[in-house]
């Protein structure tokens, strides 16, 4: 790491609050870098565990609840939106530079742990030995709650939604970088109906959004990256409109979950890996904004080589068609890549959570397969 100067900054503001009914909220955190250090490629590993551990801090149980309870997690995180400077092996910054990040919470009780934990936020964020200085704390997406979103009457005939980190969905063991309607509905359905109380027959509305809704325009393009704990991820950044086919007001309990769930999509983000960085989702028709995110090269080399190695580990193991071998691959592949990048066993092995010992024996594992194949 290197670091050259520190630059002070400003006393951080927090000026934000909601009724204790809320049970939807977007907070966005501005920052800024206090040196000219390197950030490791897959930082946001380090963001999900920071905001667990605040959370820790105030309530315990929570944080053991975000981190290992349901499947439908009750809140998302984006990466840093700023400017990084080109560098192949790491996130280079640079001192006083600004960053945005933007945290969500899905569920009343993940409301009210933000709200405790707040007026005790530090001065700083440490990812590892890098800090950001918190500038300020303002909210990002209106406070509400789920019916009240169901309440909300549809504008306009279309919904357009901006999709500005890479965002991608699980079919049949592969990532699909397509929006196609039944996907983009079917991930905001999951986490409507798990937190908000309804249950609405998701194979009936999927069945609907297959048969009714059609992409009227769409503007995206294809990114490699490595996200969450292991593996790497090819998803989709851009713009798409959706639109109703004139049988869709056959069926007006649909139509209008169609647009709730358009209103749903900000904080709830779209596809998987969500509280990792990916599938940040903005209403409307934003472009720019999704145009702009660009993968520093330390990261798609980074993903690149996970996706080499992944590859070249699962055709070598004996059976190949289930998930074990899937999963001993891309973990294999994310240690023997990030050790080429210079990352030490024991910042793997916390960002994997698993132990030292059981790192450094599938690093040798995963050295030893390749030199087979050399």
Not at 13 to 27: D, F, H, R, Y
Request: proline residues 5%; charged residues 20%.
């Amino acid at each position: 790491m290197v670091t050259r100067s520190r630059k002070q900054t400003p006393k951080k503001t927090t000026k934000v609050s909601w009724p204790k009914s809320t049970e939807l909220v977007g907070l966005e955190f501005s920052l800024v870098a206090q040196g000219d250090d390197e950030l490791y490629p897959q930082y946001t590993i380090g963001l999900h565990a920071w905001f667990l551990q605040q959370i820790q801090q105030i309530d315990p149980a929570l944080s053991a609840y975000l981190h290992d309870g349901e499947s439908e997690k009750p809140f998302t995180i984006t990466g840093l939106d700023g400017q990084f400077v080109a560098h192949s092996r790491a996130l280079q910054l640079q001192t006083g530079k600004p960053y945005r990040w933007r945290v969500s919470a899905l569920s009343q009780k993940t409301v009210a742990g933000i709200a405790s934990w707040l007026p005790k936020l530090p001065e700083t964020i440490g990812l590892k030995d890098v800090p950001f200085s918190i500038q300020q704390v303002k909210a990002a997406l209106p406070a509400t709650t789920y019916a009240k979103l169901a309440a909300s009457a549809p504008s306009g005939n279309s919904l357009s939604l901006s999709f500005v980190s890479p965002t991608s969905f699980r079919r049949k063991g592969h990532h699909l970088p397509l929006p196609w309607p039944r996907n983009v509905f079917h991930s905001y359905l999951r986490r409507w109906n798990h937190f908000s109380g309804e249950s609405i027959d998701q194979d009936a509305f999927l069945n609907w959004i297959d048969d009714h809704v059609i992409v009227q325009r769409h503007q995206i393009q294809s990114v490699k990256v490595a996200a969450g704990k292991r593996g790497s991820v090819t998803g989709f950044t851009g713009a798409v409109t959706y639109g109703l086919d004139r049988k869709a007001v056959e069926q007006p309990e649909f139509e209008h979950l169609f647009w709730v769930l358009g209103q749903f999509a900000p904080y709830c983000g779209t596809g998987h890996k969500t509280t990792f960085g990916l599938g940040e989702t903005i209403a409307g028709w934003h472009l720019k904004q999704a145009e702009a995110y660009e993968v520093p090269s330390a990261q798609a080399l980074l993903a690149k080589r996970i996706e080499e190695l992944t590859e070249l580990f699962r055709s070598r193991r004996k059976r190949t068609g289930g998930n074990r071998a899937q999963d001993v691959a891309e973990i294999w592949a994310t240690i023997l890549a990030r050790r080429e990048l210079g990352d030490t066993l024991q910042a793997i092995a916390d960002d994997l959570e698993m132990s030292y010992e059981t790192t450094k024996t599938y690093g040798k594992l995963a050295r030893r397969s390749l030199r087979e194949t050399s």
